[in-house]
């Protein structure tokens, strides 16, 4: 690995940022692979929702003892957690080489403040998210339509017991936790500064949205992620979970702001390098 080297009063960096993204980048209109993003973007988040949401219904189904099932019957809180986890896990990693593989709109609003995709690329995965979110609930619910609306179709809302503002405070946190994991695992200075450390970015993403679940479900279900909110309220389409449906888009946003600016220009000292560089420019 490359050390970093003093020339001209600077240090050689061993690592390469790619240039930030254009705010409106045009040409990505004529290029496949923009498309060819989009669509895995689409297909990634309604395997996503079809298999969580089919696991949350399995579970209310065998618990439910009204219904013949046991109390310490299915997968539990903890198999609910490993589902969303894993699932992210297997789409991060079948996606990162095509589209990055954001799979939530909090993600990828996160990533454009950063500059690492163009302000179209960003409002068109997050309408493929929700299309697939949407496409992942519908198909749970033709196939089982009776069970998904005895358990409330996985929407997220926020539990008894708990104010507007735990609920609120919960996606903040839990998406910033999400966000900053992802800026963390993708970041280049880690590639080449920790190289000899292997990091398979998708695992700690996963384990991310695993960790985060099970603090979480208790209290809102755990959104952390707009689009998986947004598909299952549209398609169980009841009072409550529309109620309570802003925090899981105010929620996550903020806290992707957050874990934006703490990585970009605490942790990156985004903020430190320009005034930096002003001062070089000036100092003549």
């Known amino acids: ?3 970093d080297s003093e020339a001209g009063g600077f240090a050689a960096k061993d690592y390469h940022d790619p240039p930030p993204a254009p705010l409106i980048d045009v040409e990505e209109f004529t290029q496949w692979s923009f ?13 996503f929702l079809y298999v ?14 009204d219904q013949g099932g046991h109390i310490c019957g299915g997968v539990g809180i903890l198999g609910i957690a490993w589902a969303f986890g894993g699932m992210i896990f297997v789409l991060v990693y079948c996606t990162a080489g095509i589209s990055g593989g954001h799979i939530n709109p909090a993600v990828t609003f996160g990533l454009f403040l950063a500059r690492k995709v163009s302000l179209v690329r960003a409002v068109l995965y997050m309408v493929a998210q929700c299309v697939g979110a949407i496409c992942g609930c519908a198909l749970v619910k033709s196939f089982q339509k009776g069970l998904y609306n005895r358990y409330g179709g996985g929407a997220n809302s926020l539990a008894e017991g708990y104010s507007t503002g735990t609920g609120l405070a919960a996606e903040i946190i839990g998406t910033f936790v999400l966000v900053y994991t992802v800026f963390s695992a993708t970041d280049p200075k880690r590639s080449a500064r920790d190289s000899h450390i292997p990091v398979l970015a998708p695992l700690p993403i996963g384990f991310a949205v695993f960790m985060v679940h099970l603090a979480t479900i208790p209290i809102t279900g755990t959104g952390i992620n707009p689009a998986r909110s947004f598909g299952a309220a549209v398609v169980f389409n009841h009072s409550k979970p529309w109620d309570d449906h802003w925090i899981f888009w105010v929620g996550p946003f903020i806290g992707a702001l957050i874990a934006a600016f703490y990585h970009q220009f605490i942790l990156r000292a985004g903020a430190v390098k320009a005034l930096g560089s002003f001062r070089s420019t000036h100092s003549v």
């Not at 949350?56 to 003892?65: E, H, K, L």
């Open 1 to 3: 690995m490359a050390k």
């Open 35 to 47: 498309y060819r993003a989009i669509i895995a973007e689409f297909i990634a988040t309604l395997l």
């Open 52 to 65: 969580t949401v089919l696991t949350v219904i399995g579970y209310s189904s065998q618990s439910d003892v």
